[in-house]
């Protein structure tokens, strides 16, 4: 075939990735190493760490991609990296990589910004053209934004302090769920999402953040403050040490989870209306895409389905296996910007290159 091919890769914040992508959207190879074990057991993401387990993997990672592929160095048409936003320790060592890659080869580099990956998957899964409402939520970020095309994006609101996967990462860890045995291999949010399956979210009200902000943007500290005051309460109330509450933890995941949601729903909401009003959606089939680590929570899912039906939009989220760092994405994003001859950079440049 002559179909140009693209060798994505990612290396942004814990997850090593990469992908051969032909020109339709095809995935011919991809392989990932996740962190996400050391990490856990460690309490939280160690920059050096992460750092290291990424120089130990890339060269592995990046060689199974392409040999699940068949395609070698010398058929590829570009090599997609991401170059921000992430830890910066993370994308160095992708950005060394590719660097040394592309001159090797003597292949076009295209400087990937996640958060564009993240916004645009979808669209190699779904016939879905611009403009759209997204909401990305993750560990990292949290932010909504009207896609206009691929890299112009009209920012709606952002967190104003911290992510909303990263409280869920937080709160799991105050509540050391890490020692429930059926949570001992989830994320905090996964282990929230599982333990609040058998909670009552109504036992705890918490405050929903920003109710007398009209805008929309996000924050989770205050919230955060609001879970670890009453984990303080309960563990005097009982009279055990810290981390070691056992009786109302799945009310307090339902809790964090529900008011999460009805956050991450509200923003959204009012998002939704202010597109309507300024005619930002096209009339035929308004779309409002979900992705992002956070978006694989089947109750924050269901929370904007509500959204959605209300102002009459579509939901698209793409598989939870997309929706979490990886490959593809910056594969699928090197071909968005291939198509359109876009960002598009001479093997020689110097690839800390950032596009705006
Ligand atoms: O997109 P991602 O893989 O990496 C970042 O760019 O941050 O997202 C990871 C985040 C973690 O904070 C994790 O707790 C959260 O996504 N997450 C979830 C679920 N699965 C992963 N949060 C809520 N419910 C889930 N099922
Ligand atoms: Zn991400």
């Known amino acids: 075939s002559c179909s140009r091919l693209v060798l994505g890769i990612e290396t942004s914040c814990d997850d090593t990735g990469a992908a051969v992508m032909d020109e339709t959207g095809t995935i011919l190879g991809e392989s990932l190493h996740s962190q996400k074990e050391?990490?856990?057991?460690?309490?939280?993401?160690?920059?050096?760490?992460?750092?290291?387990?990424?120089?130990?993997?890339?060269e592995r990672v990046v060689q199974e991609a392409l040999e699940r592929s068949g395609v070698t160095p010398a058929e590829l048409c570009a090599v997609a990296t991401t170059?921000?936003?992430?830890?910066?320790?993370?994308?160095?060592?992708?950005?060394q990589f590719s660097q040394r890659f592309v001159r090797e080869h003597n292949?076009?580099?295209?400087?990937?910004?996640?958060?564009?990956?993240?916004?645009?998957?979808v669209r190699m899964l779904h016939p879905l053209t611009f403009p759209f409402l997204v909401l990305l939520v993750s560990g990292g970020?949290?932010?909504?934004?009207?896609?206009?095309?691929?890299?112009?994006?009209?920012?709606?609101?952002?967190?104003?302090?911290?992510?909303?996967?990263?409280?869920?990462?937080?709160?799991?860890r105050r509540l050391s769920l890490r020692k429930?045995?059926?949570?001992?291999?989830?994320?905090?949010?996964?282990?929230?999402?599982?333990?609040?399956k058998d909670g009552d979210r109504k036992r705890f009200g918490f405050r929903t953040p920003m109710g007398q902000t009209?805008?929309?943007?996000?924050?989770?500290?205050?919230?955060?403050?609001?879970i670890t005051m009453l984990i303080k309460k309960k563990e005097a109330e009982e009279g055990v040490e810290e981390g070691t509450l056992l009786s109302c933890v799945n009310d307090i995941a339902a809790a964090t989870q529900h008011t999460v949601a009805l956050h991450l729903?509200?923003?959204?909401?009012?998002?939704?209306?202010?597109?309507?009003?300024?005619?930002?959606?096209?009339?035929?089939?308004?779309?409002?895409?979900?992705?992002?680590g956070v978006a694989s929570n089947q109750y924050i899912r269901k929370a904007l389905m509500i959204i959605t039906e209300v102002t009459g939009l579509r939901l698209l989220c793409p598989p939870a296996k997309f929706c979490t760092d990886n490959g593809v994405m910056i594969a699928w994003n090197g071909?968005?910007?291939?198509?359109?001859?876009?960002?598009?950079?001479?093997?020689?440049?110097d690839v800390s290159y950032e596009p705006k």
């Open 335 to 349: 071909v968005e910007r291939l198509r359109e001859g876009n960002g598009i950079l001479p093997p020689d440049v």
């Open 141 to 172: 970020h949290s932010l909504l934004a009207v896609a206009r095309g691929v890299g112009d994006f009209l920012l709606l609101g952002h967190t104003l302090d911290e992510a909303p996967g990263d409280t869920l990462d937080k709160v799991a």
């Open 107 to 121: 292949k076009p580099f295209i400087p990937i910004h996640h958060m564009e990956a993240h916004a645009l998957t």
């Open 180 to 196: 429930h045995p059926q949570c001992f291999t989830l994320s905090g949010g996964q282990a929230i999402e599982l333990l609040a």
């Open 83 to 95: 170059v921000k936003p992430g830890l910066a320790l993370s994308l160095g060592v992708g950005l």
């Open 265 to 292: 729903a509200k923003r959204t909401h009012r998002a939704a209306l202010f597109c309507k009003a300024n005619n930002l959606l096209p009339s035929d089939n308004p779309t409002l895409v979900l992705s992002g």
């Open 38 to 58: 050391v990490h856990l057991r460690s309490g939280g993401i160690i920059p050096t760490v992460a750092q290291q387990l990424h120089r130990e993997n890339i």
């Open 214 to 226: 009209p805008d929309c943007c996000f924050s989770f500290a205050g919230l955060r403050n609001q």
